[in-house]
């Protein structure tokens, strides 16, 4: 029976991979891998405990929709008409509202190492039209591959783009490092620039002799204060890539490495974008947590940001009759080793 109370999950395999999730937000608690000395070390932003999750930083290591990410002034026009959602970034919409994904809580239900997740989002609900039935899977293999999967479908047409938020630190989260020191590999010629409100500008401008280029492993560090103004724009890194490779078709998307532990990450992702974010507006000093900006990494598989408002940009609209469907995969290993 799906539950709705909210509780925590666990998932486990046999490699010692151990994530505890909840269903209030989909929000991913931990994520406990091995090290290259084979202790378990946490690598994923959290709080200790539910309450506090539950109270807490709105969106580590959660689920985001209805629309990740920014809706420039919180309006776009569809089929003839104009929708006015809240405004909760700025002058934007920003993760869906303030109401996300992040913020309700989801029906659940555990099949071993599976965690299915649905919630209906009513039609009206902070301004989006249409009701979406939303199901998120995470699954835990024993390949340690953090398989999430999204399906939805519509009774009117709207946007959706879902994410997850998990805030990444392979030095292991309670070892007060910041990610500056991991390398990054991003599979990605070309990102979108953005305004200084973080709204993309509509621009796909390539990453070449640019602190964007992560074509090659590079330092998170190296360029991350560098003067180009699209590093000012977003504080470090708080940018879109565009992932190389077939809409639909699931393909690399970023490898992440820790030279302290060993531990490394590698996306997969059957989406076109990749928000890269460097945590520049974390700010957490509570329940016993303190995190800073670059505590931790998100590597967001999306949309681009704001394409409902883009038409030159892939498609967001969902339509009645059609299965909205995406698939990312964290992958988790050690360096040199998959
Ligand atoms: C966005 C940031 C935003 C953050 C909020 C990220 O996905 O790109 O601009 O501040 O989420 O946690």
Redesign the pocket.
């Known amino acids: 029976m799906p539950q709705n109370k909210i509780a925590v999950y666990n998932l486990k395999n046999n490699k010692g991979v151990s994530i505890d999730i909840t269903n209030f937000g989909g929000k991913i608690i931990n994520i406990y891998v091995p090290d290259y000395k084979g202790n378990l070390m946490n690598i994923n932003l959290c709080y200790d405990t539910l309450p506090d999750t539950v109270n807490g930083?709105?969106?580590l290591g959660a689920l985001?929709g209805r629309y990740?990410?920014?809706i420039a002034k919180g309006r776009f026009e569809l089929d003839g008409e104009v929708y006015i959602l809240k405004t909760n970034?700025g002058a934007h919409a920003?993760?869906g509202g303030e109401k996300g994904y992040n913020a309700v809580i989801w029906n659940a239900k555990q099949e071993n190492n599976k965690l299915i997740l649905t919630h209906i989002d009513k039609t009206g609900t902070e301004g989006y039209p249409g009701t979406v039935s939303v199901q998120v899977v995470y699954e835990l293999t024993n390949d340690n591959e953090l398989i999430i999967s999204y399906q939805a479908k519509t009774d009117k047409a709207t946007p959706i783009n879902l994410?997850n938020?998990a805030y990444f630190n392979l030095n292991g989260v309670d070892s007060d490092s910041l990610i500056l020191n991991h390398l990054l590999k991003i599979n990605a010629d070309s990102y979108t620039p953005m305004d200084h409100t973080?709204l993309p500008t509509g621009e796909i401008a390539p990453v070449k002799d640019t602190p964007f280029d992560f074509r090659e492993f590079k330092l998170i560090g190296k360029d991350i204060d560098a003067s180009h103004p699209q590093i000012k724009n977003?504080k470090g890194y708080?940018h879109n890539f565009v992932i190389k490779g077939e809409l639909n078709e699931l393909k690399f998307a970023a490898e992440a490495i820790s030279p302290k532990t060993g531990i490394s990450l590698k996306v997969f992702t059957t989406e076109p974008g990749m928000?890269f974010?460097t945590?520049?507006?974390?700010n957490i000093d509570e329940f016993g947590k303190k995190y800073i900006p670059r505590s931790g990494f998100?590597l967001?598989t999306q949309h681009f940001?704001d394409s409902p408002n883009k038409p030159e940009f892939p498609n967001t609209i969902l339509r009645p009759g059609e299965l909205f469907e995406s698939k990312t995969i964290y992958k988790f290993g050690l360096t040199g080793m998959s």
């Open positions: 930083d709105l969106y985001i990740a990410n920014r970034g920003l993760h994410t938020h973080s977003g708080d928000q974010y945590g520049n507006y974390l998100c967001e940001p």
